[in-house]
């Protein structure tokens, strides 16, 4: 089991940027792929974005429709972080976001944190 740590939720007005941050507290296996779920009140959790390397090598990005343009992700292999720039924010974009890795080990998750976007 990998244990996530998420960071750098809070409180935006539209048209701001956020950055999360989610570390793994352990070292993970050379291939893998971490990224992002959120869920806002009274919906589903929805995919946001995942990045996925082998090796220390990003192979693979992607993004649901409503984030594209807005959002970008990224990851460090070598002290197993990734994170989400997350600029133009809209209210539709409040949600907790959850952080996610999927591994040999199966998918573990993140404890969330919270976005707001309220003018």
């Known amino acids: 089991q990998v244990q996530l740590v998420e960071s750098g939720g809070g409180l935006v007005q539209p048209g701001e940027s956020l950055r999360l941050t989610c570390a793994a507290t352990?070292?993970?296996?050379?291939?893998?792929?971490m990224g992002w779920f959120r869920q806002a009140p009274g919906k589903e959790r929805e995919f946001v974005a995942q990045?996925?390397?082998?090796?220390?090598?990003?192979?693979?990005?992607s993004y649901t429709d409503s984030v594209k343009g807005r959002f970008a992700v990224s990851g460090e292999y070598t002290n197993d972080t990734v994170s989400l720039q997350m600029n133009n924010l809209k209210p539709e974009d409040t949600a907790v976001y959850y952080c996610?890795?999927?591994?040999?080990?199966?998918?573990?998750w993140g404890p969330g944190t919270q976005v707001t976007v309220t003018s």
């Open positions: 990045v996925s390397w082998n090796a220390g090598t990003i192979y693979h990005r």
């Open positions: 352990t070292h993970t296996p050379s291939s893998v792929t």
């Open positions: 996610y890795i999927d591994s040999v080990f199966g998918r573990d």
